[in-house]
């Protein structure tokens, strides 16, 4: 079954959670074939009740431990623009739409899916564009994102303190 997992991290971002849910983002995730939407929803007022999004299955929590399960089984993740969530989606390999929060003052997390979109790496937009940004997205110009290598590093530490 093809799926959607959503993301919020430990914020709150309830219209996020609306705009995903409501008709038309449904209607165009359906035409791209998604069967599952799965929703954490974090600190938000708003917990989806499973039947509140018909011709779709939907499932929604706020917290889990982890959500690396949730992130694997999914064949797209919608996120906020947290750098954790965004991060572990594109280490898991997971195609990732950013879902950007204007609403924010002094909005950092627009810069961080700048960047990584112009490295092709994710798609983003903002709560106003996601549904049109459904319908239109093409996932096939994402590029891979690869992981730093810890061990170039300590290599170069160690022969520059003349270690090595």
Excluded at 101 to 122: F, W
Aim: with cysteine.
């Amino acid at each position: 079954m093809k799926t959607v997992f959503v993301t919020v991290g430990t914020t709150s971002f309830d219209e996020l959670i609306e705009t995903i849910t409501c008709p038309e983002s449904v209607q165009a995730l359906k035409a791209r074939g998604y069967e599952r939407l799965v929703l954490q929803v974090g600190r938000g007022s708003l917990l989806p009740e499973a039947d509140s999004c018909p011709h779709i299955s939907l499932q929604a929590f706020r917290f889990k431990n982890s959500i690396a399960e949730d992130i694997k089984q999914a064949d797209l993740v919608v996120s906020h623009a947290g750098a954790g969530s965004c991060l572990e989606t594109l280490g898991a390999g997971k195609p990732l739409l950013v879902v950007v929060n204007d609403k924010l003052m002094d909005n950092h997390q627009l810069e961080l899916a700048r960047q990584l979109h112009m490295d092709s790496h994710l798609l983003y937009c903002t709560c106003s564009t996601l549904t049109e940004t459904l319908r239109t997205m093409d996932l096939s110009v994402l590029q891979p994102y690869l992981r730093g290598e810890p061990k170039h590093f300590a290599n170069f530490l160690d022969k520059a303190l003349g270690l090595q």
